[in-house]
């Protein structure tokens, strides 16, 4: 017991960095321990969010889901920057070359700032549009405006926390990466209800004060990273010079972000489909899937950490040139990943009602949200599997074949299915979720396939 003490403190210290030799299971209990914290601080702003939300009204909520599934498209961005920081970073870290890892956050950095500030414009300028184009009613639209602004403004503070937080990773800081999340959600729990249903002088926003102090919460988040960065002692400890435009460097960062980022596209993307077809059904149907989805994420995120995990170690690994103790890496996550989901299924469907009652009182929401949680579930087994070996598959520099099997299953399978079971066959919104679990087993099983052949041993960064 002292024993695991002792490495459970050294996980959420962050006192390793570099997880080439030694103990596999030790290298992926130091830096599986931090991210799954980090990924339950990042799920937490969504269920926090829409808990506080769920007080206002049913069109707050639904509000929430709509500008969150198009906001998605800026998480695209981000986990995009964040593959191909995690990526270069574990590998110049795993070929000890620390300067280049330097230089690359300094990259990572410009081309968040460049990308995140035309999607804060647009988005902001166009907000209510896109509402309207997600099939919002008008009280959607009156109540939602302000709140899908202020989420697009908060654009370049989302990309950066998301790809510093890659890059932290990368170089086996993962620590340093879940403090700030853990910085960032905890000033947004104490912002939330404070913003949304205001406090002595300060006046109730509603649900625009939800996105206020998300996006605090955030900006202070990556205030921390960056401070991190200049002033810790590590092999991102990167310098001013470090942020000087370097065309190899940048070129490099952008061919690996662009197949995470048209990688992410797709699989978003389907989820504005999915929501869209949802939209036909009511405010009410889509409140209840809007809360299914946030507690989805919330249990799936952490298992993200192990995922996250794994491509860490690919990359430093394949940097040092043992691409079979990254493969193996890769097996033992995938089934530590998976006693973790099975057993958190039978939970989430035993429980379904009583967790989305949590929530809303709203007979019609917690019907759907029910129905939802309970078919999302059944395919936690496979999503265990298909999530570390795709994040693998990134963690190589292999953004590629990721891209290719989710264009597959998500706009070849999922949404044609979603659409023909829920509106051909008219089974309304359970035929949108049956087509989730369906797609993304069918995504484990092809990523399973691929990364059994081996190509992205060889790929160079």
Known sequence: MKKWLQLLRQALGGSEESFTDGSINRAIFLLSVPMIMEMVMESLFAVVDIFFVSKISIEAVATVGLTESVITLVYSVAIGLSTAATATIARRVGEGNNAQARRAIGQVILISLGISFPIALLGFTFASDILHLMGADRKVIETGTIFAQIQFLSAPVVILLYSLSGALRGAGSAATAMRSLIIANGLNMILGPILIFGLGPLPALGVAGAAIATAMGRSVGVGYQLYSLTRVNTALAFVLKDLKPHKETIVALIKVATGGTVQFLISSASWIFLTRI??????????????????????????????????????????AGKPERAELSVWRCASYNLFFLVGLSVFMFIGAETIVGWFSPNAEVIH??????????????????????????????DTKTPTILNLICFWMIEIPLAYLLAIVFALGPIGVFISVPVAESCLALL????????NWKTVKI
């Not at 209840?288 to 430093?316: C, H």
Request: hydrophobic share 55%; glycine share 16%; net charge positive.
């Open 447 to 454: 990523g399973i396939w691929r990364f059994k052949a081996g």
């Open 278 to 319: 949802l939209a036909e059904f009511g405010s009410d149907v889509v409140a209840g899937y809007t809360i299914a989805i946030r507690v989805i994420m919330f249990t799936l995120l952490p298992a993200w950490g192990l995922a996250n995990a794994a491509a860490t170690l690919v990359g430093q690994n394949l940097g």
């Open 368 to 397: 759907t949200g029910k129905l939802a949680l309970r078919v999302l579930c059944l395919g936690y087994g496979f999503y265990a599997y298909g999530m570390v070996v795709i994040q693998s598959l990134n963690g190589a520099g």
